[in-house]
């Protein structure tokens, strides 16, 4: 089956600009949560979406938003970019609410630099 | 914040040799988890380990978890040069919405022919 489809592969942005990251989970997963991945900070978990709702959100700032489709598929959004939003940004899907049984299966990233 | 911190931060060995990569984190934890990472793509699963269990199997992979010390190890049997990559321990904390990886520093390996 397909794996876990992240576009666009590669994204540069000028600053101030806003961006949309999508990402298409295993079919039949319905848990999809978002990380980014910086030399400095590692990574870092975004928000996680479970049946349209999000339910776990990491301490970014207002900036980063997301929803999850009745598809599934998410998409994460950020405002205002900031040089430092310059990161790998990941998306993971889940059979369940979460990883408890299973590990997570993510996708190849979308790679963003912002100019 | 990262729960994790993982030592070595790098390791370089050559192709037979074993690798062993530790990972420490902070809180208790459901489970922890152990990714691999090549060349700044996306993450690859390789092994769950419950809070309950204390070794496990897969392959050449073999981790343990001690919860008294809130540690875990990844050891990679007869490495070979495929296995360069980074490696990431990472924790899932039952929170009551919702769960998250939180994931160690990362070790990076490489293995030499």
């Known amino acids: 089956k397909a794996g876990v489809t992240q576009t666009p592969r590669y994204l540069i942005k000028t600053r101030g600009q806003q961006v949309t990251l999508s990402c298409s989970p295993i079919?039949?997963?319905?848990?999809v949560s978002w990380y980014q991945q910086t030399p400095g900070q590692g990574l870092q978990f975004l928000f996680e979406?479970?049946?349209?709702?999000?339910?776990n959100k990491g301490n970014f700032p207002g900036r980063f938003s997301g929803r999850q489709f009745s598809n599934s598929r998410s998409e994460m959004n950020v405002s205002t970019l900031e040089l430092g939003d310059s990161a790998l940004y990941l998306c993971?899907?889940?059979?369940?609410?979460?990883?408890?049984?299973?590990?997570?299966?993510f996708g190849s990233g979308t790679r963003l630099t912002v100019v | 914040s990262q729960q994790g911190e993982e030592d070595p931060q790098a390791l370089s060995i050559q192709e037979g040799e074993n690798a062993t990569m530790n990972c420490s984190y902070k809180t208790s934890i459901n489970n922890l988890q152990w990714y691999r990472q090549n060349s700044g793509r996306g993450l690859v699963h390789l092994i769950l380990i419950r809070s309950n269990e204390r070794e496990k199997h897969s392959g050449r992979l073999r981790v343990t978890l001690d919860t008294s010390k809130k540690s875990s190890s990844l050891l990679i049997t007869a490495s070979r040069a495929a296995d360069t990559a980074s490696y990431f321990c990472?924790?899932?904390?039952?929170?009551?919405?919702?769960?998250?990886?939180?994931f160690g520093t990362g070790t990076q390996l490489k293995v030499e022919l």
């Open positions: 990472a924790t899932v904390i039952l929170t009551g919405g919702g769960n998250k990886l939180t």
């Open positions: 979406y479970f049946s349209e709702t999000q339910r």
């Open positions: 993971a899907s889940s059979l369940e609410q979460g990883p408890l049984g299973v590990g997570y299966t």
């Open positions: 079919s039949g997963h319905r848990s």
